[in-house]
């Protein structure tokens, strides 16, 4: 089912873009929770984790390939950051349309909450 990250994509509803490509959009968090905190989706409608399969797995690829490099461009490489994904209602999802955050600018802890 679309959800308002398929609007996004579609430009229906705005965001701060940071980084796009044929395969995925990036684009700043409404609530963000660390100085940068980015949210990386594929351009096709995967719900959940649970719903990958070999055949759309290289998105996460193509995904995780933009946060290397959104990172880069917000001077977090050598410092590092952190990529999450959420996975239904006890890992905290709540748009079902996959996405990795990248989080950073502070140090992250660990375990988190
Ligand atoms: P989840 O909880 O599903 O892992 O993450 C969803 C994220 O989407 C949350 O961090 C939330 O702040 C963000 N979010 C929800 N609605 C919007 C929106 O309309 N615009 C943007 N840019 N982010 C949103």
Known sequence: MPTLFTKIISREIPAKIVYENDHVLAFEDIHPQAPHHVLIIPKIEISTLNDL????????????LAAKEIA??????????????NCNEDGGQTVFHIHMHLLGGRAMHWPPG
């Open 53 to 64: 399969t070999r055949e759309n797995a290289s998105y996460i690829g193509e995904m995780m």
């Open 72 to 85: 880069s461009k917000l001077g977090m490489s050598s410092k590092g950051y952190r990529v999450v994904m």
